[in-house]
């Protein structure tokens, strides 16, 4: 064991350690001030703590016993053990009588039920950086202030932290902390507070990356630059395929220490991406724990969130935006409501050179080189500053200069205190990495360390030849990784804690619905607008669709039933196409972005809403051009019901298009892939047309179904205005037009109740849709 604090690394059961010289403790003692206690001061295994005086650490409080306990300094980390004191010890709120400490770990001599000013909390982190913590005292103040703006009681200088983010309210003797309904969120031992929450005496709070801890009427915090620590225990992740259950992810534990760049590589099938998906957040590992600096990723992700960021392998910048555009909504989406429009810009612009794409403001980012375009994705996440960072495949696509220049960016973020992990199949730049994650096949961890460990432990110059090792005997590397870490092991006897407090449901995000609506609609217009050839190919379709019905007008159009009723029947296919074709590829066509921005806090309200607010305008126009013309070239009835008859003509257009988009975005929404959202358009347009009920009569069945059509509400709505029973039946015999009597049809009532019917009708299918929208979307995070 080295001595002197000096640092040394080891492994345990499969996940890295840190050394002696990076153990330190912040302790809490009754009324005193906290103290940092670094445990490699005492060149010794076994340092004792208690009340009594002989103890190494020397507990002054009346709920520490004499002789409570000890840590145990071994390589593979720090133990804690209780010698059966009275009180015991709580590790991060579960008592136990042992554990393994990990960075953010928190202990503390207490009453269970309920914390008193005299008991004792432990704060353990392992980073080499030592991290001050500052006290701010309650005194008679009756308010403490905290949050981004400088006029603040404590002053947290964070992007995500808003300028009034939360007050800590003295009322006699008591003490509470209030929400002042910010972005991000404040959380009091994992959970988020809702207005206004009693404080009890060495509560923690977190606010975005700054730790809080309450204590004697004062309030200690620390915030934490260095980055976060990551620790996968024993994670499983499995799927069913043909009804057989796979390990995707076979029982994986490691390490990931603050500030480091970690590479996860191996070939096809090896279970990389599911294994960074599960330590960020993205996809909850069937068994197992992910702990960020002591705390569960999962129960706690809505604390943890806008501390993470993740860069899809799918660029999730739009193309049709510059690249100041792209980064500025997104800022206005990710970054507290209440930030300035100044302080937002410089904030872009930041993020800007930290990429190294000055200059590139204002080009389109379809005009941007593929490394250029993953560069702007990895801006669009350091918008919000996160401490941990996650990539999929950055280096995809990537000639090897470009690939070069991006490891020595993503370098350079762990040098500003940034944690970065990716996913690459690349070995080229390997060297830059801090670790290396290597995934044989089936979701096995056949190695973890860094380039010289792993060319020892493979024996091999060129960690290329690793990949077919792995693949093809992937178990027996793992076995012979998990006995190096065995033999490596020094110590035992100590169960491992892996019990936490569970804080599993999600709080709501606190953005503004309204104004993320707002920020939606204003950029989906300007994608619109961006793309001028797609734009004129929309607008010009409803023109030439009601030239095309011209063609076949015969003269007598709104005086014989017949003719009339094929006008009206294909007038409305056409309406309906319009609107569907707006939007079938809308949601799919941008779900990587969709997915990444609802893990922060996007409001599917406001994404569902702001499409349809632009789409209804693109729907409008369309319709004024689909009308407009038809009643140039083959006409419109004489009269209306109650408003003019091309009033109401186009109003039934446009709430047949409308209709037929909201369908459209839920059909969308279904699909992972454009292409696969085209296909369904003929299928869902082809019910239109049978049950309709203009070509074949309906009965049975077939009247049911019509009851779930738009064109058969469409159609009613457009044969009342044109008064259908009340034209002439005509047939042509022997080269001679008979007029015959009809029968007159329900469907075609020339009522105002009846058409307002089918227009209530239409807007029920456009809430239908949109409701079933939103259902769909909630597992777009899967």
Known sequence: MNQGGMDCTSHYGGYHMSGRGMRRLTVFVGEQSPREVDLGQFHKEYISFGRSPDNDLVLPSPNVSKHHGFFRLTANGVYVEDLNSTNGLLFNGTRVASGLLREGDILRIDDERRSVTSGVL???????????????????????????????????????????????????????VVDHSSTNGTFVNGRRVQGRKPLKEKDVLRIVDTRLIFANGCLYYCSYKRGLGIEAVHLVRTVKNKGETFNICNDVSLSIEPGELVAIIGGSGAGKTTLMNAICGYN???????????????????????????????????????????????????????????????????????????????????????GQKKRASIAVELLSDPTLFFLDEPASGLDPGTERNLMRTLKNMTNTGKTVVLVTHSTLNLQVCDKIVFMGRGGNLCFYGNTREAEEFFHVDNLVDVYNMMTEDPMRWKSLYNQKAQRERKGGGYKEVHSRQSYSKKAKSKHSRLRQTGILSSRYLQLLINDRQRLAMVLLQAPILALLISLVKNGYQFERYDITKSLLFALSCSAFWIGMLNAIQEVCKERAILRREYMTGLHLGAYITSKLLVLGVLCLVQSLLLIGVFWLTVGIPEEGLFLPPFLEMFLTAFLTAFSATAMGLFASSLFKNPDRAMTAAPILLMPQILFSGLLFKLKGVTTVLSWFTICRWSVEGFGSSANLNGLEYTVEVNGEIQEFPHEAEAFFEFTKAHIAQDWFLLVVFVAVFCILSGLVLRSVKK
């Open 122 to 176: 432990f704060f353990f982190n392992t980073s080499s950086e030592h991290h001050s913590w500052k006290k701010r005292e309650m005194g008679k103040a009756g308010e403490l202030l905290i949050g981004r703006e400088q006029r603040c009681d404590v002053v947290l200088n964070h992007v995500s932290v808003s300028k009034r983010h939360a007050s800590i309210v003295r009322e006699g003797d008591a003490f509470f």
């Open 284 to 370: 909850r590992p069937t068994s197992g724990q992910v702990l960020i600096n002591g705390e569960e990723l999962y129960d706690t992700y809505d604390a943890l969130k806008n501390i993470i960021g993740y860069v899809p392998q799918q660029d999730i910048v739009y193309d049709n935006l510059t690249l100041f555009s792209m980064l500025d909504y997104a800022a206005k989406l990710r970054l507290p409501d209440d930030m300035s429009e100044q302080e937002r810009r410089q904030r872009v612009h930041q993020v800007i050179d930290i990429v190294e794409l000055k200059g590139k403001e204002n080009t389109m980012i379809r005009q941007l080189s593929g």
